[in-house]
C-alpha cells in the first residue's frame, strides 16, 4: 500500500517537472498566451528541487523503511532548504551588488556536498568523484603546487559566486539554462513517442524486412536502435529499451552473447549523433558554437552514417565468420497493418521537426511543435484510444529521465566553474600545444585520450561538455574550426558509454545478453571502432563535415574522393577487426588493413590512393581464391 502511495507522489512529480519544463520554453505560435520564460531566480532553484525529489520518490517506491523515509526527509529539506537560499539571494542580486561571506561559503559547499551525495546515488562513482574533485580544487586551488597552483583568493567568495549563487556558473549556471531551454523538450518528446507505441511496431518491422539476411536480426538491431536512439537521446535507455527484443534474437541467430549485447550497445549509441534530431549534446553544441542546429545536422550527416555502415559491415563479417546462415524455421512476427500505420508516429514528428528547423524556428519550438502533433497523431494507435493516459505517464517518465540528466549536469556544472575560475583549460592548451606543437595529428591523439578519459562514466551530455571545457581552447588553437573541434569532442562524448573499463551502455547490454560486462565492453568498442576514427577523419579533412564548419566553398571531387575514402576505410577496418574476409584473416594481414584504413582517412592524397590499390588488390585476392571453393550463398 505505502508503494502505490510513492509511486503515485513519483508519477506526479515527474509530471510537474515536464509540464514547468514546456511551460518555460512554449511558444505562443501567435495564438496561445505566452507562459514562460520564467525568472531564473525561482525557475532554476525549483527546478533543481523538483529533480532532487523525482529522485528520492523513485527509490522510495522500493525502499520505504523508517531510515529511508528519514534520509528522504533530511535531504528533501535541507535542498528546499539551499534552494530557497538562492532564491533569495537571487532576488538581492537583481537590483544590488551582494558580496558574499563565510555563511554563503558554507552553504554553497554545502549545496554542491549534497549535489555530489544525490548524484552517487543516482549515477554511480566516476562522475561524482570528478564532482567532488574539481569542488576540492576550487577550494584549495591556490595552495597547490607549481603551475596547478591558482590566484589567491577569499574561499568563501569563491565557492558561493562559482558553486551555487550564480546564474552564469555552477550548479544552477548556464549549463543548466541550455538544458531546460534546449534539451529537455526533445527529451519530452522521446517519451511521448516511446509512449504512443511506435517503438514496438519499428522493431517489428525491422526484423521482418532483415529476416532473410545472415546477420538480420542483428541488422534490424541496428536499424531499430538508430531510429530510436536519435529520438530518446540516451544510449542507456536505448539499450533498455530496445534490447529486451533484439538482443535474444541476435543470440537465436547464432551469435555469441558479447557480440549480442555490443551490437546493441554500439548501435544505441549511435542514435545520439545520427540526424535529424541526434542526442541533447548535439542541441548544446549549436547553443555553445553559436550555430544553427541546421549546420550542426548538415555537419554530421557524413560522419554518422559512415558510422553505421561501419556496424553494418562489421555484422556483416561476423556472419561470415561464424558461417550463420538464415532459415525459415527462425519465428519472426509478421508486422501489421496497425505497425506499417504507427511508423506515422515516427517520422510524423521527424519530418515536422526538419521542416521547421530549415523554416527557422528554434530547435525548442519545432520539438514543442513536434510533441503538439504527436498527442492527436497517436489516437491512429488502438492501445492509445483505449488507455490515453498512457501519454500522460509518457510525460511523467520523461519528467523522470529530465531529473536524472539535471542531476548529472549539476556536476558538470561545478566542473565547468572550477574550470573557468582556475583557468586550467588555458594552462592545459600551453602544455599541449608545447607536447605537440609540430603536429596537429599528435595533438589530436592527446586530445583523444583525454578525452576517453574525461568521458569514462559520464552520459553523453556531461561528457561533452565536461572534456570540450578542457579540451576546447587546444584543438582551436592547434588550427581546427570551432564547429570541428567540438564535433570532435562529441564523438568522443558519445563513445564513452561504450568505451572500458567504464562503458554503461556496454554493461546495460551485457545484463541483457548475460554476457560478460567487460568483454561486452571490449566487443563493443571492436564493432564500433569507426566512432574512435572518424573523428580523426573529418578533423584532418573537413569536408566530410560538408562545408558547415568553414565559409570556404566546397569542392565536390575532393568530397567524393574524401566520402569513398572513407567508405574503403570502413570496409578494411571492419574486415581487419573481425578477422574474417570470405576467409580467416591472420594477424600480420589484419595489421596491413589496419594501417591501409588509417592511410585512406588520412589528408594526403597519394596516400590514399596508394592504400587504396594495395587494399583492393588485397580484397581481389580473396574474392578470387573464393570462388574456387564453395561458399555459402548471402542472401
Not at 523525482?54 to 535542498?79: E, M, Q
Not at 557524413?302 to 553494418?312: C, T
Request: aromatic letters at 10%; one cysteine or more.
Amino acid at each position: 500500500m505505502q508503494s502505490t502511495h510513492y509511486s503515485r507522489f513519483s508519477f506526479l512529480v515527474g509530471l510537474v517537472i515536464a509540464l514547468i519544463g514546456l511551460g518555460n520554453v512554449l511558444p505562443t505560435f501567435d495564438v496561445l498566451p505566452r507562459i514562460g520564460p520564467f525568472a531564473i531566480e525561482w525557475y532554476r532553484p525549483l527546478f533543481f528541487l523538483l529533480c532532487v525529489l523525482a529522485f528520492l520518490s523513485h527509490r522510495l517506491i522500493k525502499h520505504h523503511r523508517p531510515l529511508d523515509l528519514l534520509l528522504f526527509a533530511v535531504v528533501a529539506l535541507a535542498t528546499a532548504f539551499v534552494c530557497w537560499d538562492s532564491y533569495h539571494i537571487g532576488q538581492v542580486l537583481v537590483n544590488e551588488i551582494y558580496f558574499f561571506g563565510p555563511r554563503e561559503g558554507i552553504i554553497a559547499a554545502f549545496a554542491a556536498a549534497l549535489t555530489i551525495f544525490i548524484c552517487w546515488q543516482q549515477w554511480g562513482a566516476p562522475i561524482a568523484i570528478l564532482g567532488m574533485f574539481a569542488a576540492l580544487y576550487l577550494a584549495t586551488g591556490q595552495y597547490w603546487p607549481g603551475v596547478f597552483a591558482t590566484i589567491p583568493s577569499d574561499i568563501s567568495e569563491t565557492l558561493a559566486a562559482n558553486l551555487w549563487y550564480s546564474a552564469d556558473q555552477g550548479i544552477l549556471g548556464s549549463i543548466m539554462g541550455i538544458v531546460l531551454t534546449t534539451v529537455l523538450p526533445f527529451i519530452i518528446l522521446g517519451a511521448v513517442l516511446e509512449g504512443a507505441g511506435a517503438g514496438s511496431s519499428m522493431i517489428r518491422i525491422a526484423f521482418y524486412s532483415m529476416r532473410r539476411f545472415r546477420g538480420g536480426p542483428a541488422y534490424a538491431a541496428i536499424t531499430a536502435s538508430a531510429l530510436f536512439g536519435t529520438v530518446s537521446g540516451s544510449a542507456v535507455a536505448n539499450v533498455v529499451g530496445t534490447g529486451v527484443v533484439t538482443i535474444p534474437m541476435i543470440r537465436r541467430r547464432g551469435f555469441s552473447a558479447n557480440f549480442a549485447g555490443a551490437v546493441e550497445a554500439a548501435a544505441s549509441t549511435g542514435g545520439q549523433i545520427l540526424p535529424p534530431i541526434m542526442g541533447a549534446a548535439a542541441l548544446v553544441m549549436a547553443d555553445i558554437v553559436g550555430v544553427s542546429y541546421l549546420s550542426v545536422i548538415t555537419a554530421v550527416i557524413v560522419p554518422a552514417l559512415a558510422y553505421y555502415v561501419s556496424l553494418f559491415m562489421s555484422v556483416y563479417f561476423e556472419a561470415q565468420r561464424l558461417n550463420i546462415t538464415a532459415t525459415d524455421d527462425e519465428p519472426v512476427e509478421k508486422p501489421e497493418t496497425q505497425d506499417w500505420m504507427n511508423l506515422i508516429l515516427v517520422f510524423g514528428p521527424i519530418f515536422l521537426i526538419v521542416w521547421l528547423l530549415v523554416s527557422g524556428m528554434s530547435p525548442a519550438g519545432a520539438s514543442i511543435s513536434a510533441i503538439l502533433l504527436l498527442f492527436p497523431l497517436s489516437l491512429i494507435n488502438p492501445e492509445i484510444r483505449r488507455k490515453p493516459a498512457k501519454l500522460i505517464g509518457a510525460l511523467s517518465s520523461g519528467g523522470h529521465t529530465v531529473a536524472q540528466l539535471i542531476i548529472a549536469i549539476s556536476i558538470v556544472g561545478i566542473v565547468v566553474a572550477t574550470l573557468e575560475a582556475t583557468g586550467i583549460p588555458s594552462k592545459l592548451a600551453v602544455l599541449l600545444t608545447e607536447a605537440a606543437s609540430t603536429s596537429l595529428l599528435m595533438a589530436l591523439i592527446i586530445a583523444a585520450i583525454g578525452c576517453v578519459v574525461l568521458g569514462m562514466g559520464m552520459p553523453t551530455l556531461p561528457a561533452y561538455i565536461a572534456i570540450i571545457s578542457v579540451m576546447g581552447i587546444t584543438l582551436q588553437q592547434l588550427g581546427l574550426d570551432l564547429l570541428t573541434a567540438h564535433m570532435f569532442v562529441f564523438f568522443f562524448g558519445v563513445a564513452s558509454v561504450i568505451t572500458p573499463p567504464v562503458a554503461i551502455a556496454a554493461y546495460a547490454a551485457a545484463s541483457i545478453s548475460q554476457g560478460k560486462p567487460i568483454g561486452t565492453a571490449i566487443e563493443s568498442s571492436r564493432i564500433g571502432a569507426m566512432i574512435f576514427l572518424i573523428p580523426f577523419a573529418f578533423a584532418l579533412d573537413p569536408a566530410l563535415l560538408l562545408g558547415a564548419a568553414s565559409d570556404a566553398p566546397l569542392d565536390p571531387v575532393h568530397l567524393v574522393i574524401s566520402i569513398s575514402s572513407l567508405l574503403a576505410a570502413i570496409y578494411l577496418a571492419a574486415s581487419a577487426l573481425i578477422g574474417f574476409d570470405r576467409c580467416e584473416l591472420g594477424i600480420p594481414e589484419r595489421l596491413v588493413l589496419f594501417a591501409l584504413a588509417l592511410a585512406l582517412l588520412s589528408p594526403f592524397v597519394v596516400a590514399k590512393l596508394v592504400a587504396l590499390v594495395i587494399g583492393g588488390l588485397l580484397v581481389a585476392r580473396r574474392v578470387l581464391a573464393s570462388r574456387s571453393t564453395p561458399a555459402i550463398k548471402e542472401v
